[in-house]
């Protein structure tokens, strides 16, 4: 049972910022569904809808942070098994440098790696702290989320095809 407990909390700490957001986004899908539901009881059926509305919309938020975090965790255990095999290369650290999540996935990986320090100390003289959570590509564009190349290099780690741009 540990091997599956140690595997469920890699799976959540390789990306805590998309699934924070899944869970959140749950809790204001049930909070909005309910209140749907007592205002239907009270005969407000538009107000109703609207709210049901709302809370679709956010459970399509839900599903994609979701997959981010499936993402994620796939990225980290790749990340992990280029470590191990090839040791610490900035190379590796670079493919993974443009994006809050993709960066905390590659530092578990460097973690687990033995590698955490020098990973750490790349990301940094990169300039990125704590607080850089967007992707480079979307604070460049603030539209590249709705980009099919950004969704599919996103959502498909180490799936390049020649011809991936964002943008």
């Not at 095999?85 to 578990?108: F, P, T, W």
């Given at each position: 049972m540990?091997?599956?407990?140690?595997?469920?909390?890699a799976y959540l700490k390789a990306a805590p910022w998309p699934h924070g957001a899944t869970l959140g986004s749950l809790l204001l899908v049930a909070f909005l569904g309910a209140n749907g539901w007592l205002l239907l009881d009270e005969g407000h059926e538009f107000e109703a809808a609207t709210l049901w509305c709302w809370a679709a919309g956010w459970f399509a938020v839900a599903i994609f942070a979701m997959a981010d975090g499936i993402a994620r965790h796939r990225e980290y255990r790749?990340?992990?098994?280029?470590?191990?095999?090839?040791?610490?290369?900035?190379?590796?650290?670079?493919?993974?440098?443009?994006?809050?999540?993709?960066?905390?996935?590659?530092?578990?990986?460097?973690?687990?790696?033995?590698?955490?320090?020098?990973?750490?100390?790349?990301?940094?003289?990169?300039?990125?702290?704590?607080?850089?959570?967007?992707?480079?590509?979307?604070?460049?564009?603030?539209?590249?989320?709705?980009?099919?190349?950004?969704?599919r290099t996103s959502f498909l780690p180490g799936k390049k095809l020649s011809h991936d741009r964002y943008v």
């Open positions: 540990p091997g599956k407990l140690e595997t469920a909390l790749r990340i992990k098994a280029m470590l191990r095999k090839h040791g610490y290369n900035e190379r590796i650290m670079r493919l993974v440098a443009r994006s809050r999540c993709q960066r905390d996935a590659a530092m578990l990986a460097a973690r687990e790696s033995g590698c955490r320090g020098q990973a750490a100390d790349y990301f940094k003289s990169l300039g990125y702290r704590w607080y850089h959570v967007l992707p480079d590509t979307v604070v460049r564009n603030p539209f590249a989320f709705l980009s099919p190349n950004f969704l």
